[in-house]
Nanobody, 123 residues
Framework: VQLQASGGGLVQPGGSLRLSCAAS????????LGWFRQVPGSEREFVAW????????TYADSVTGRFAASRDHAKNIVYLQMDKLTPEDTAVYYC?????????????????WGQGTLVTVSS
């Protein structure tokens, strides 16, 4: 499966952005999807996870209540709605996919990565 992330940009603190991740090459029925982010010089950080088949989601503590993942079955797209953004959310965001059936926050457990989209939160 190939993943194409988009929707990043510059936003003021307190603002919102919606990231999209379009999948091609395969249906997503047997995959779980996720979002990670990375600040230069730091490790990749888990953000959100979704079981594609059911839509069940889970989030990092740092984004719970502010971020929400959703999906469009027909378009094979997963979204990450990000609200109440803070400068600490500034990072490159990656959408990822895995055939593993269990939830994981470990980047190495995801076999497929999109190219990343930059989110900058600044006034």
């Amino acid at each position: 499966v190939q993943l194409q992330a988009s929707g990043g940009g510059l936003v003021q603190p307190g603002g919102s952005l919606r990231l999209s991740c379009a999948a091609s090459g395969s249906t997503l029925n047997s995959y779980n999807l996720g979002w990670f982010r990375q600040v230069p010089g730091s490790e990749r950080e888990f953000v959100a996870w979704m079981r594609w088949s059911s839509g069940f989601t889970t989030y990092a503590d740092s984004v719970t209540g502010r971020f929400a993942a959703s999906r469009d079955h027909a378009k094979n797209i997963v979204y990450l709605q990000m609200d109440k953004l803070t400068p600490e959310d500034t990072a490159v965001y990656y959408c990822v996919a895995s055939r593993r059936s269990v939830f994981s926050v470990v980047p190495d457990n995801y076999d497929y990565w999109g190219q990343g989209t930059l989110v900058t939160v600044s006034s």
